[in-house]
């Protein structure tokens, strides 16, 4: 049995490209991973099955625990590369949720990434990097940097990942939200607000690359941007309130995680992030927590 972590993550900067033909968008993404966990744990089996348990506030309601599922999925691509015997290699996989379902925050990448990784390690695989990180894309834009963890830029359709260098040590308050909104119809959402507009080619601002490296927390504030904001409060305009207690509550900047509903709090520290949680209590604001950033990508916690 061998139990394997991945962490959620923040896009730091999301510069979304007009829509390919594929029907992805090409964008240009600063990640960095942070700590809210997901834990996945394998048993050889005879064959697939997936088992859910969650921390008190996560909705496991709509993760699927079929085929659908993406530890699944990821574990049969294992399979399907190595030309294993499909009837023979098969696992009951556990998933324990710390990362709140359809947030933005890329859990269900976690549970992928942190399946390959288990999987590998249980079968004595030994998968080259550069061949779990090409399954890794297959199975979804924001996987290969599940597998890596720390802070990096995501190219293509976010897949693509170069490793950026992060001297800081940064604070965010997480402030989950009641229901989750689909990645997709963000997308959408995106794509009719942008129509006729001239769309730039996205790219990281330096700025952004100069904080990360010298640790400046207010340059990180100041430089912070979501291009998938401006539709997913269109389509959930309650959030606006969250970004705006946040900021009245202190934190020196927010965002919303991706393509939300999830928003992210910079703090100075955990001392200023536990006081704006409490702050934001008083205000009625719950499924709060604070998570430290960066963290490692997937790896093993236990083997027995
Ligand atoms: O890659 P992933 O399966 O996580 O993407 C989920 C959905 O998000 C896609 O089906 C697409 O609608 C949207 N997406 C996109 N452009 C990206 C990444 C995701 O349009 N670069």
């Not at 923040?10 to 993404?29: F, I, K, M, Q, S």
């Not at 170069?162 to 997709?184: F, I, N, Y």
Request: proline share 4%.
């Amino acid at each position: 049995m061998i139990t394997v972590r991945a962490a959620a993550k923040v896009n730091l900067h999301l510069g979304v490209g007009r829509r390919r033909p594929d029907g992805y968008h090409g964008l240009v993404t600063a990640y960095q991973a942070i700590g809210l966990y997901d834990d996945v744990t394998v048993e050889g089996d005879s064959e697939w099955s997936v088992h859910l348990r969650g921390d008190a506030h996560i909705d496991l309601q709509s993760v699927p625990v079929d085929e659908e599922n993406l530890a699944v999925r990821a574990g049969r691509e294992l399979v399907a590369h190595h030309g294993l015997d499909e009837t023979t290699y098969a696992a009951r996989i556990e998933i324990h949720k710390g990362i709140p379902v359809a947030g933005g925050l890329a859990g269900g990448s976690a549970d992928a990434a942190a399946a390959l990784v288990a999987l590998d390690r249980l079968w004595d695989l030994q998968t080259p990097d550069d061949d779990l990180l090409g399954i890794a894309a297959r199975l979804g834009s924001d996987v290969p940097f599940a597998l890596v963890g720390g802070t990096a830029t995501g190219t293509g359709r976010g897949e693509q990942i170069a490793r950026l260098p992060d001297g800081g040590d940064w604070w965010w308050v997480v402030v989950g939200s009641e229901r989750g909104l689909a990645t997709p119809e963000v997308y959408a959402r995106f794509d009719q607000l942008l129509e006729g507009a001239t769309v730039a080619a996205p790219e990281i601002p330096h700025r952004l690359v100069a904080a990360l490296e010298t640790g400046d927390v207010i340059g990180l504030a100041e430089s912070l941007e979501n291009d998938l904001q401006a539709a997913a409060l269109d389509l959930r305009p309650d959030l606006r309130r969250t970004l705006d207690d946040g900021r009245e509550t202190g934190a020196l900047a927010g965002l919303l995680s991706g393509s939300g509903p999830t928003v992210l709090l910079l703090c100075e520290d955990r001392g200023h992030a536990q006081g704006v949680v409490r702050a934001l209590t008083d205000r009625g604001h719950a499924q709060l927590s604070v998570a430290t950033a960066p963290v490692a990508g997937a790896h093993v916690v236990t083997h027995v």
